[in-house]
């Protein structure tokens, strides 16, 4: 339930009424519009009597959100949520950023050439796994605790926040300097981790399941903010179809439904939705065309070697030519 306050209405007399809901067991999230000022309620609204507070003198309006989806709601929200990452990067409201780096963290030289040559193009954050979800328990692993010392010096370098992906909940000591904690394709719906995220104020970057509707991940986005963490970006990468000639099939449609349903900044990652490295740069216009907050871009410096995702993996050269083109697109939309 939303309740919408009427302009100029005394802040005592909201407050009087963010207590009495407080009182009967449910959380407030207030939100200062431009013109209104909503109170989103979190948790059973059905305690609340709709009627009675309708007929306040200071409510313009009560409305019950239908969705299953309550603080991920844009009608819980209006205003676009801006992420702040900490050293100067901001992810929503209007910004756009480029998440760029390795599939996995391979040593000290690959990440740290990798974020300084990525940094020079234009990207704001390093991207890097460090637990990496194979398909196969034979395939390179990730270096693990190693991999997220090593882009922490790369940070140190750089200066860029990192971004990496968690697997198991009982690693989150690992990752208290990590500035984004990435949430895979393969874990969207592992709610025991997504509970246990709920619980830091970490920036979490949500990635959309193989299989999964957006219902689901705005679901799943909805776990990790009933715990208290309302810092999420999601990503679209692509969902599995009948197609084969691509790796996934990229979504480009949940970028606006996505944004119009929710207030929660979207991403595009056009690396692994497509998995062929030609397609990177179409598909990162398109995904900018339209309206993403940013994107998620693998680089490798010698893809050919690469220990993951290779074939998808972008040359320094190649995401160069990539981020100048969607720089170049962006200003001539005059965003
Ligand atoms: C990744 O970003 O490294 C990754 C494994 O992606 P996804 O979870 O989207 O497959
Ligand atoms: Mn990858």
Known sequence: MIIVIKQNSKEQQVENLISWIKNQGLGVHVSKGEYNTILGLIGDANKIDADLVSGLEIVEGVKKISEPFKQANRKFHPDDSVIDIGNGVKIGGGSFNIIAGPCSVESENQV???????????????????????????????????????????????????????????????????????????????????????????????????????????????YIMAGGNENIILCERGIRTFETYTRNTLDLSAVPMLKELSHLPVVVDP????????????????????????????????????????????????????????????????E
Do not use: W
Request: glycine share 8%.
């Open 271 to 334: 690396s692994h939705a497509t998995g062929m490295s030609r397609l990177v740069k179409p598909m990162a216009l398109a995904a900018a065309a339209a309206g993403a907050d940013g994107l998620m871009i693998e680089v490798h410096n010698d893809p050919a070697h690469a220990l993951c995702d290779g074939a998808q993996s972008l040359t320094p050269a190649q995401f160069d030519d990539v981020a100048k083109s969607v720089f170049a697109m962006k200003k001539a939309l005059g």
């Open 112 to 222: 740290c050439e990798i974020a300084k040559s990525v940094k020079a193009s234009g990207a704001t954050m390093l991207r890097g796994g460090a637990f990496k979800p194979r398909t196969s328990p034979y395939d390179f692993q990730g270096l693990k605790a190693e991999g997220i010392e090593l882009l922490l010096e790369a940070k140190k370098l750089t200066g860029m926040p990192i971004v990496t992906e968690i697997m198991n909940a009982n690693h989150l000591p690992l990752f208290e300097h990590v500035d984004v904690i990435q949430v895979g394709a393969r874990n969207m719906q592992n709610f025991e981790l997504l509970k246990e995220l709920g619980k830091t104020q970490k920036p979490i970057l949500l990635k959309r399941g193989l299989a999964n509707t957006m219902k689901e991940l705005l679901m799943s986005a909805e």
